[in-house]
């Protein structure tokens, strides 16, 4: 069974950073695509970083490329998303997710992502 557990999530000053982390498990999750995604009340879920790592393709969004990183730890099967710079509209609950195909690309949309986790709340204070 596949299972993923964000942590790191909180309260932050505009301007500083928070790491989030992703435990992903049942799987070796090298294979597929691993996407965090955010979703702020009233808005769509939105993709906001994304790799695979076999073709070594990564996605970032316009709006937090230069500040957020995406980045792995094998031994620990964990997924981490460093946020630095960070700004009040980048509160948002913060998921996330990974897919079970087999092309080489990065999802775009939530729809292609099938397994995700229970999310983990980011509060930028201005």
């Known amino acids: 069974q596949v299972q993923l557990v964000e942590s790191g999530g909180g309260l932050v000053q505009a301007g500083g950073s928070l790491r989030l982390s992703c435990v992903v498990s049942?799987?070796?999750?090298?294979?597929?695509?691993v996407g965090w995604f955010r979703q702020a009340p009233g808005k769509e879920r939105e993709l906001v970083a994304g790799?695979?790592?076999?073709?070594?393709?990564?996605y970032y969004a316009d709006f937090v490329k230069g500040r957020f990183t995406i980045s792995r730890d094998n031994a620990k099967n964990t997924v981490y998303l460093q946020m630095n710079s960070l700004k009040p509209e980048d509160t948002a609950v913060y998921y996330c997710a990974t897919d079970s195909t087999y092309t080489m690309d990065v999802p775009t949309t939530a729809s292609s992502y099938n397994y995700w986790g229970q999310g983990t709340q980011v509060t930028v204070s201005s």
């Open positions: 049942g799987r070796t999750f090298s294979m597929y695509a």
């Open positions: 790799v695979r790592w076999i073709s070594s393709r990564l």
